[in-house]
Structures are given as C-alpha cells and as structure tokens.
Nanobody, 127 residues
Framework: QVQLVESGGGLVQAGGSLRLSCAAS????????MGWFRQVPGKGREFVAA????????YYADSVKGRFTISRDNAKNTVYLQMNSLKPEDTAVYYC????????????????????WGQGTQVTVSS
C-alpha cells in the first residue's frame, strides 16, 4: 500500500504562483505514472497533468498547458506541480495519484486508471 501526501495548497491572487508537492510513503516506490487531478464541488475529477516515473514523459490538459509544469524527484519519491499565471478557474481541490500499470498518454489522463490517491489540497485563486 502507498500513501500519498499532498502539500503546498493555499490562497493566491490571480496571476500568482503555487507549487504543490506529493510525497509517497513507501520506500520502494516505482509507479508507472503519477498524475495531478482537480475537483470542484458537484463535478468529477478533472485531469491536470501526468508524468511517467521512469522516462519523465509529461502530459497536460489543454487548460493548463504553458502555465503548469509537472516534475518528479525519484530519489525523494515526490512529484511536483508548479502552477504559474493562476486564474480563478483553477480554484479546486488538487489530488495527486499513482498508477502502477502502463498507460498511454490518453489513459494517463483518466482518473479511473490510478491505483492510489492522496487526500487533496485546496487551491483558491482570488480575482
């Protein structure tokens, strides 16, 4: 079992930046991919970004391309989401997730593919 713990959320003004972190508890941690999703009340989880653990291939939702950057530190079992030029519509609870199985670029964007989830961290962007 893997525990994922997110941190770094908070309140920021539009145009500002935040960096989210997600640390995995298991010492031997080698998922196929890690992803970030977000959710607002009344809606399903929306894909934000994903990264393959070994090669570092990255995938982004169109809504965040050019503003968000996903990265990972394999030695620290940690994945990051650098969020720049934040907009009020980025306000959501952000979740990180880990997928043990191979996924294509399309599959890595699907919440149901992921095996482990963090508890979420709130990001609020004020206008």
């Amino acid at each position: 079992q893997v525990q994922l713990v997110e941190s770094g959320g908070g309140l920021v003004q539009a145009g500002g930046s935040l960096r989210l972190s997600c640390a995995a508890s298991r010492r031997t941690f080698s998922p196929y991919a890690m992803g970030w999703f977000r959710q607002v009340p009344g809606k399903g989880r929306e894909f934000v970004a994903a990264i393959t653990w070994s090669r570092g291939s990255t995938y982004y939702a169109d809504s965040v391309k050019g503003r968000f950057t996903i990265s990972r530190d394999n030695a620290k079992n940690t994945v990051y989401l650098q969020m720049n030029s934040l907009k009020p519509e980025d306000t959501a609870v952000y979740y990180c997730a880990a997928d043990d199985n191979i996924c294509s670029a399309y599959e890595c964007s699907m919440a149901r593919k992921y095996d482990y989830w963090g508890q979420g961290t709130q990001v609020t962007v004020s206008s």
